[in-house]
């Protein structure tokens, strides 16, 4: 097997976590301040998608579009925290679970009444059209850099917003304590509010991000989602730094699974079942990945309140 | 020695740096009530929590009517006959009182894989948690859901529900919290009978009671035992004064 | 004793129409309509399946699709090898033939479901809250990707089942029959959970539910009373697997994904939690939905998440709540 290959696939581990990190810092962020489970995650993904497809379409700038999904999918994050998800912040888990479930329900069915069923084309912009040489050695889709390069930035200023800004100081106050915080007489409503737009956007651009790599279309949101809640559910819930840790390893289990297991069991088996097995063992690779790692820490790999 | 019904040996709990439990003995004998005191934050609930189950200590054991119970759950150490009560009443809100006590005769008699028949029917189950209902003195209130119990009676359903398990030895973790100068006085006189049932390990605050049921006093400091004697010698120890009497 | 409450007048009532509705298709000779309420029957059967755990244990589990997919695809493998006939397995001698036969099939479906419950619960009850949820949808996800990339069963595509399974000389294939025996076997599955919910097993259940610290100081290990109960819980959804595929006559990993065990607490929730005809009434909903407005718009989801969103915002007892009134003990 040619080095270059292996690493092509470390690439693109790193780039798939880094997609999954921006998919996952909301969701994280939203069950460990606000104690919510929020199934419609996924949704803001595909809102995110919607508005830079059409935005691109519309001005021809694959950037405008960019910028139109972060404030397409937070602002559809904000109406939606408003509207509804206010209400179930005390709530039980199974009543959040509906109420975000039915969610999904009216925003895919609203889209597709608006949009169709027929996928939009984004396109990647121009600039990062062409494969870039990477150390002279081989190359390598400037594309899924740029994405690697995005997810970085958000997880440096997620860093420092949370470690250095007062609002991060809040909403840290906020995830440990929640009456002390409302005592300290910080409008917890906007609190709530905006960290829900926040990681809504974040969802938002990682759906526009990718949308240029596959289709944008309806249910776009579902698989991320579920993989967003393993990554959450692997670097324990509420924690940035465990969905950073979860992200990188589901990226590179799930990546590096589907590209060497069937490699690997070609050794003992004929091709054909290799092939065919190692498929089967590399699609469930992350979610026993998840079970053996709740079974050794029931509560992910980062405790956050730590 | 072996005589005890509960002895810790050299128990030892920690949580980051702080030690709650620091080498800790303790042991409880056939037909008294040992009192154990100790100012907030000395490591009380841990060490109820620790001899109940709910929490693993780091080092040292506990053995209960010569079994090491050390490493046994919650459930298991509840089926040899430690019979615990809740400082903050800990009850299943949607049943009736008389309910929640025949769900405890039923853990006692093992009976909770029973699928056939319904529970209602088991007259048993319901005559011997009417009689437990009746000693703490809810026999007029075993319709009524637990949710809708003052919390004087909510005490008194915590101990109904001891009582139907007819432990070998009780734990009781601040039965007087919350009850009146009334309550109180009731219960101390209930709990001076219940000492001829089983011994009591009684964890509380109130020190009339205290004083007025104890055998023995054990003092806990900083999660260790700093004295253990009768009532006389605590009242007449210089050191329990300055550490914790003196405080009052 | 001889007095019944509104819900017991309510559940007498919903019986009685499940069995007038096709029976009133029969006479209209409009059979489509037998079959549309054997499909509510069947998703009604799965729902009181996942209603024994989540209703009365308190277990939200977000995987329930797994135990309705694999009483699914036990129902197709063994009718195909069948079908085919082609041994099912043979290993050194043994030889092991496909059936077509309900009973069989029934019970394979159950004994199955029930051991991969006992894998799955026993690592997933060690979690609590928002864990258990997600440990039992990734469970629940790992036997969908499996069924996918697995080649021998049709993959993504399915699995068809080309003659409806046989129950002793019974015309299966008869709308009317078939909805007999589904209506049999969800009358069994409801006087089943009755008697758990009111044994001395059930007590312990909802109980675990209520308050596990009271349960294990009084010396019932909550983890062996939901494990039981979970376990119980699949079977009964892997039995309406079994005969969904039959009504279908096919199986595909559809009914392994997420959305199918969002759909089958949809059932308990909208019913009602916790309620014995709960599951009936949200499945007859649902299927209301699906069907009625189905006809109308294509975009029948919109309406079913706004109505979803309704009972769970505003109507907590779910429409038997609505109707019978807060739920009671004894």
Known sequence: MPLTLLFEQLLNSLQFGMMLFLMSAGLTLVFGV??????????????????CAIVASLTGSFWLGLVASLIAAAMAGALVEIGVIRKLYQRDHLDQVLATYALILIFSEATRWLFGSFPLYLDVPQILATPINLFGWFYYSSYRLFIIFVGLVVAVGLYWLIVKTRLGMRIRAGATDREMIAALGVDIRTLYTLVFALGAGLA????????????????MGDSVLILAFVVIVIGGIGSIKGAFIG???VGLVDTMGRFLLPELLALFLTPESAASIGGALSSVAIYILMAVILVVKPKGLVSANA | MSDCILQIKNLCKKFGELKATDGLNLDLRPGEIHAVIGPNGAGKSTLIKQICGELAPDSGSIEFLSHDITALDVAARAKLGLGRTFQISSLLLEYSALRNVM???QGFRGASYQMFTPMAWDSSLREVAMQALTEVGLQQRGDVSAAQLSHGERRQLEIALVLALQPKAFILDEPMAGMGAEGSKKLTEFLDQLRHRAPIL?????????????????VLVYGKIIFTGSVADVRNNAQVRAAYLGEE | MLSINREQKLNLLIIV???????AALWLQEPFYITLMTKVVILALAGVGLNLALGLGGLVSFGHAAFFGIGGYVAGILASHAFNDEWLFSFFGLQVSGSSSMLLIWLLAIIVA??????????????????FIMITLAFAQMIYYFAIAWPAYGGEDGLSIYVRNQLLSLNTADPMIFFAICFILLMAALALVSMLRNSHFGAALQAARQNEQRLAAIGIRPFGIKLTAFVISAAITALAGALFADLNRFVSPDMLSWHTSGEI???????GVGRLMGPIVGAALYVLFEYYLGGITEHWGLFLGILLLTVVLFARGGIVGLIAGELKHE
């Open chain 2, 202 to 218: 009684l964890v509380e605050h109130d020190m009339d009671a205290v004083f007025s049921l104890a055998d023995r006093i054990s």
């Open chain 1, 34 to 51: 606000m104690g919510l489970i929020n199934l419609a995650h996924g949704v803001l993904y595909m809102v995110g998608a919607f508005a």
């Open chain 3, 114 to 131: 029930a051991i991969i419950a006992a894998v799955i619960g026993y690592f997933s009850l060690r979690t609590q809250g928002v864990y």
């Open chain 1, 247 to 249: 992200a990188m390893l």
């Open chain 3, 17 to 23: 129409v499940i069995l007038a509705l096709p029976s």
């Open chain 3, 265 to 271: 607490m949809i059932f308990v929730i909208l019913g």
């Open chain 2, 103 to 105: 769900l405890a005769v």
């Open chain 1, 204 to 219: 938002g651009l990682a759906g526009a991000l990718l949308g240029a790599l596959q289709s944008v279309e309806v249910g």
